[in-house]
């Protein structure tokens, strides 16, 4: 079956960067987009961006323009996301989410930005 | 700044029956938005439930149901169950460089 499985929670300081993971299995890789999506404790859900596996092409929501870069492993069916410059507004819980009627997710990494 | 606006919260009786509604501040929802419905419960990850428009993934319940209506998304659930009791989210595509926004939740209250 397919499955997402992220990489373990973070803890990072003001001005870090953090990057997540999101290991794939049980479809191929390089035939669909991947979302990634954020929620903030007690917060909606938030768009970050998506790639396309195949040629790595990627787009970000404007608000993270600059600062979030998602990247993949075709070798390894992995996504990675990373989001830079890092302040306490970017604590919650991120997610990883095929396209394709966007399922599955990812168990979701919470990131947390503390001095 | 586009904003997808949802109901914050709704109450319904089990076994009644309540629309959820997604409204884009750019204009009225269409087939093009392939709007998209999530299902979230505390300390889970959210689920689709109902993808471009009206189409439902294989665990969807059947008394879910996704349409247009009046220019905005909607998501009907009828005969309505304790475990319906959640958060949910729309979703909207826009393409170019806004490409997806999430709505802002509803919260539904089985009581």
Same mark, same amino acid.
């Not at chain 1, 410059?85 to 604590?91: G, P």
């Not at chain 1, 599955?104 to 168990?107: A, K």
């Not at chain 2, 439930?49 to 428009?53: C, D, E, R």
């Given at each position: 079956q397919v499955q997402l499985v992220q990489s373990g929670a973070e803890v990072k300081k003001p001005g870090a960067s953090v990057r997540v993971s999101c290991k794939t299995s049980g479809y191929t890789f390089t035939k669909i987009y991947m979302h990634w999506v954020r929620q903030a404790p007690g917060q909606g859900l938030e768009w970050m961006g998506k790639i396309? #596996? $195949? +040629?790595g092409s990627t787009i970000y929501a404007q608000k993270l323009q600059g600062r979030v870069t998602v990247t993949r492993d075709t070798s390894t069916s992995t996504v990675y996301m990373e989001l830079s $410059?890092? &302040? $306490?507004?970017? &604590?919650a819980v991120y997610y990883c989410a095929r396209d394709s009627g966007f399922d #599955?997710? +990812?168990?979701g990494t919470l990131v947390t930005v503390s001095s | 700044q586009t904003v997808v606006t949802q109901e914050p919260s709704l109450t319904v009786s089990p076994g009644g029956t309540v629309t959820l509604t997604c409204a884009s501040s750019t204009g009225a929802v269409t087939s093009g938005n392939y709007p998209t419905w999530f299902q979230q419960k505390p300390g889970q990850a959210p689920r689709a439930?109902?993808?471009?428009?009206s189409n439902t993934h294989s665990w969807t319940p059947a008394r879910f149901s996704g349409s247009l209506l009046g220019g905005k998304a909607a998501l009907t659930l009828s005969d309505v169950q304790p475990e319906d009791e959640a958060q949910y989210y729309c979703l909207l595509y826009y393409g170019g460089a806004k490409d997806y926004v999430f709505g802002t939740g509803t919260k539904v209250t089985v009581l």
């Open positions: 396309n #596996p $195949s +040629g $410059s890092l &302040t $306490s507004e970017d &604590t #599955p997710w +990812g168990q | 439930l109902i993808y471009s428009t």
